[in-house]
């Protein structure tokens, strides 16, 4: 649900409730149009979060761990300034606007000051604004002069409110009924003509008065305390959207508002961190391996040109041949090609300059360069091919991907390749190790590695004697059976294959081909790239790729 003006009434209303009386403990901007507050309250310590991003404006709490910029914006120091230790003392809405006010009370060693934090909810025009007696201190967008003569938002400039749109007020019924003249309203026309509801509020006060809506059943819907607040979710099972009520089924209810708008938010922050680091992996990958094709396609191009060093050698040897008969100043000359099947004449072009000998060896010196140059090449398309298989391999992982967790081992690959910069090093509390995809099926303990970095691990961590699986000729997860001294049953073996086969290219594929065999028989040549061993003794099955998701264990 967009943060409408119904929408941040019951917000404002759950946070005033929840941090009346708390002191600002920590304030940073972890990204450039995001506040975080850490509010200590006598229940503890909170995070506000407070957006003007056009997309995900918003105020709202949140449980989400955000890395902080090294070097905080302008912003984020003014309100450091400020409202360090400051207490809260109201969160209210402006009337019935998209603008909710925050109360501080501010000290300093010699004296209290009252100020306030606008934060204006308004899609791409959302702000955050600093007032101290109606002077404007500071704003995260600033205006001018020039820009905007109709509002001026500059520190020493008095804070006015936006300008109104000449819509109905929802919250006053004697207005309601004059503006809507008896008629009843579908859900273009409320949000059209009545202040701060948004298309999906407007489409669930329809949906909750059985079609159009008349003044009275819509000053009722927004005026009312009775909510019940839900998150709701589309048909893959993802949430969607958050409400303060609805008619739908497919929901899942909460005590109320903040804490439904919270587990929205902080999915829509891990989706959106998921989604944003997946494509500036695929990006480094994706350019990496456009070099190597252009690389292999050079290599391609030399190749062909030095198909022709055996008509060199022939030429020479030809000269060679018939040198007794051959004079200096000659540009060219026929001779019998003898290496044919069926008799034939070849024309041979010297150089005039040069004796018959010299020709020759000419002829001779071209073919050996040629010949040194296919070696070398060969060398080289073969490496070049060795990455090209690599660089699909990471691909592939990143593909096969589900969170940020699968993602980490794959970063510090490519960083490690040198095909992404290293990101500033930042104090841990303790290293970070992402755990391998765990299962347990019939009793046995299966393994899958989430790319290159845990392929390499999971092999290492197998016995001789348990199973090692992948996909037939695709690049996929390495999957690891523990069979701790016993057969390994075949439902087993299909589960764990399954699995394989979900993680890899191969995964849009109805069945697919899983090789499956003793560690054992599975080596890593030494100097080998992540991920890639050889393998023998082993047996193959069939099987649909699926997850298998009632089975694992993270």
Known sequence: MPQDAFTLRHVAAELEKKLLGGKISKINMPERDELSLIIYTRSGSVKLEISSSAKNNRISLSSSEKPNPQNAPNFCMLLRKHLQNAQITAIRQIDFERIIAIDFDCFSEFSTTKMMLYCEIMGKYSNMILVEKGVILGALKQTTLEE???RVLFSGAKYTLPPPQGKTDPTKLEELQKAMAGRRYDERQICA????IAYSTAAEICASSGGDASAEEIYDYVTSDNIAPCVTFDEHGKPNDFKVRTVQQNAARHNDILSAQREYYDYVYIKKTFDDMSRRLSAAVRAAIKKVEKRLAQIQEKLLECESADEIKLKGELITANIYRLERGMTSFEADDYYSEQPKKIKISMDRQLTPAQNAQKYYKKYAKMKRTVEY???QLSDEQGRLDYLTSIESSIATAECTDD????????????LIKKAPERKKKTPEVTPMRQYEIAGFR???????VQNDRLLKSLAPEDIWLHVNRFHSAHVGIAADGKDVPDEVIAKAAAICAYYSQARGRDKVTVDYTRRKYVKKPPKANLGFVIYTDYSNIIVTPDPHRE???N
């Open 148 to 150: 905007n003569a109709r």
């Open 193 to 196: 003509d009545i202040e701060g």
């Open 377 to 379: 090449l060969t060398v």
């Open 407 to 418: 993602l980490r081992d794959v970063e510090s690959e490519l960083t490690t390749e040198g």
């Open 446 to 452: 299966v393994t899958a590695g989430r790319n290159n």
């Open 551 to 553: 089975c694992a264990k």
